[in-house]
């Protein structure tokens, strides 16, 4: 399938979502009434029954008993996932139908000290976008430079991806948080736990120009306290990279691992300090993508031990 087409109906069902959510009272109101369902109705049902698939794929090889990073290990998870998502046995066809040569692709990635997106894995994205057909000048990597980097404000393509970890403002920080840099003012995003982070998705410099959303969860942190908390205890090695095209899918995935692994570490299920509210919103309010697990196909590769899903 040709990557404009790919692109277009990938739009098309977002504005379709959102369509259909705001008809929720009159889609409701019509098939009460009439003996055969309206085409209201059955748009509202086509929604609640639509179903998206992420990948989760870990190997326990990834990190040395130091918690060093293999390169050739991460960039095989990576490829692996990929291969998964879109059913594809070639990795750089797979890269193919997320990029084309003309497109200017911004790799969205995630620096803070403490927790960062490893380099190697951002090399091997930017090395696998590369062998897709576009070329080195069209290839950007920024965090929190974004919003005046021009190379992203050509950017007809984004690839987004950060570490899973507790967040004082959101409750979590994942791929839908990660895009609050593209905002000329981040803190206006905070009110209610950052309910409205989906909101970031219409921003101009990201509408529509997702291609490809991945979680890192090497080493997830589940637990702290404070604006910028962080504790090596609550690090885990789960060695794993959670990888899709729905970032609310990959996120509520993302939050039931973190979610299980503090009820096993706290023996009962703590509340988070702050509600990570903003990615059922994403779903229910800004009809971004799928958070209810019953609707979400979580292909599971690799190493399995104590895998909490």
């Not at 209201?40 to 049902?45: I, N, P, Q, V, Y």
């Not at 084309?100 to 790799?107: K, P, Q, R």
């Not at 939050?255 to 299920?269: C, P, S, W, Y």
Request: net charge positive.
């Amino acid at each position: 399938m040709r990557d404009g087409k790919r692109n277009h109906l990938a739009i098309t069902r977002r504005d379709f979502l959102r369509g259909t959510a705001g008809a929720t009272l009159l889609g409701a109101g019509f098939a009460a009434s009439a003996q055969e369902a309206t085409p209201a109705a059955k748009s509202l049902e086509a929604a609640a029954s639509a179903r998206t698939r992420v990948v989760l794929v870990r190997d326990a090889a990834v990190l040395d008993g130091d918690g060093n990073l293999d390169p050739t290990v991460i960039e095989r998870m990576l490829d692996d996932g990929v291969k998964a998502l879109l059913g594809e046995s070639d990795v750089t066809s797979c890269w193919k139908r997320l990029v084309s040569a003309e497109d200017t692709v911004g790799i969205k990635t995630n620096v803070w000290r403490f927790l960062r997106t490893p380099p190697p894995l951002e090399q091997a994205v930017l090395t696998r976008i590369k062998r897709a057909g576009v070329s080195e000048e069209r290839i950007g990597v920024d965090d929190r430079g974004v919003r005046t980097n021009p190379l992203f404000h050509r950017a007809t393509a984004l690839i987004n991806m950060r570490p899973m970890r507790t967040h004082h403002w959101a409750g979590v920080g994942s791929c839908l948080k990660n895009y609050i840099p593209f905002s000329e003012s981040p803190p206006n995003w905070h009110d209610d736990s950052c309910a409205n982070l989906a909101g970031l998705w219409d921003l101009p410099m990201v509408k529509g120009k997702t291609r490809l959303n991945i979680l890192v969860m090497l080493t997830p942190l589940f637990h702290g306290k404070g604006p910028h908390h962080f504790n090596a205890d609550y690090l885990w090695p789960y060695k794993g990279l959670i990888v899709g095209a729905d970032p609310v899918a990959v996120d509520a995935t993302g939050l039931r691992i973190l979610t299980a692994k503090r009820l096993t570490v706290f023996g009962e299920e703590r509340a988070y300090l702050v509600p990570p509210k903003h990615i059922q919103v994403a779903q229910d309010k800004f009809a971004l993508g799928i958070a209810d697990p019953a609707r979400i196909d979580v292909v599971k590769l690799g190493w399995d031990e104590a895998i909490l899903i």
